[in-house]
């Protein structure tokens, strides 16, 4: 079993439409979450982090972690075309500093 | 503002050749990574090191060596290409302390080996 699960899509939604992008993970002790984004030919960048349980904002993003079913959430109000990329989730392994990354999901944003 | 430089940004082998990935990073972090990203399987990580003279394997570490003489600079050697080994490698950064959760990558180097 992979560390972090995610699905690989790829997704299509309207410009405007609500996006949600799900991880799950295996081991109950990370505690560290993340989400990078990946425009095409680039490395990731870090979108957003959380540390252990709940929600964090900022603007139009929303990272949500539930350690009771392991559950990574990312979502994207309002989505535009520019939000056309892939997302990581990932989280900090085992000695607090190894980042582990899911498959990582295509979004595309049509106009 | 230089942060993470990879190079090259692209490269071709034959099977068998051997070759260096360079990666500097600027920003004095402590850890420096390999990665590599193959489509459907995200990001795995190759070794990874938490300060000079220090590394370690990550995931898929076979076919690979790193060392770290300095703080600034992480190569990755591959000892003899195979196809395989063709994938878009990324090298990573950060603090151990604070900061950790935030990885720097370089653009990244396309390798194709025939």
């Known amino acids: 079993q992979k560390e972090v699960e995610q699905d690989p899509g790829p997704l299509s939604v309207p410009e405007g439409a609500i996006v949600s992008l799900n991880c799950t993970y295996s081991n109950s002790a990370f505690q560290y979450f993340m989400w990078y984004r990946q425009y095409s030919r680039k490395g990731p960048e870090l979108l957003m982090y959380t540390y252990s349980s709940g929600n964090k904002e900022d603007g139009r993003f929303t990272a949500q972690v539930d350690k009771s079913s392991k559950y990574i959430s990312l979502f994207i109000r309002d989505s535009q075309p520019s939000d056309s990329a892939t997302y990581l989730c990932a989280t900090l392994g085992s000695g607090g500093f190894k980042t582990i990354f899911g498959a990582g999901t295509r979004l595309f944003v049509k106009a | 503002n230089a942060g993470v430089t990879q190079t090259p940004k692209f490269q071709v082998l034959k099977t068998g050749q051997s070759m260096t990935l360079q990666c500097a990073q600027d920003m004095n972090h402590e850890y420096m990574s390999w990665y590599r990203q193959d489509p459907g399987m995200g990001l795995r990580l190759i070794h990874y090191?938490?300060?000079?003279?220090?590394?370690d394997q990550g995931e898929v570490p076979n076919g690979y060596n790193v060392s770290r003489s300095t703080t600034e600079d992480f190569p990755l050697r591959l000892l003899s290409a195979a196809p395989s080994q063709t994938s878009v490698y990324f090298c990573?950064?950060?603090?151990?302390?604070?900061?950790?959760?935030?990885?720097?990558f370089g653009s990244g180097t396309q390798l194709s080996v025939l």
């Open positions: 990573a950064s950060s603090y151990i302390g604070r900061g950790r959760e935030k990885l720097f």
């Open positions: 090191s938490v300060g000079a003279g220090i590394t």
